[in-house]
């Protein structure tokens, strides 16, 4: 009974180590895809803003 407490408590301590794992590679690769969509488009935006605060004359 002992040794089926410890196989079930690696097999959940491997579950959550993994589900950490991957959440933090997630968190991760997710900056820096969201970094580099915008260091693509920065360009563009940056026109979009000068032409916008050109637009508002008081």
Request: aromatic content about 16%.
């Amino acid at each position: 009974m002992e040794i089926l407490f410890i196989i079930i408590g690696v097999i959940v301590f491997a579950l959550i180590g993994f589900v950490a794992y991957r959440f933090f590679k997630v968190k991760t690769q997710r900056k820096k895809l969201e970094s580099l969509r915008f260091n693509r488009i920065q360009p563009l935006f940056d026109q979009l803003n000068r032409k916008s605060v050109g637009s508002y004359s008081l």
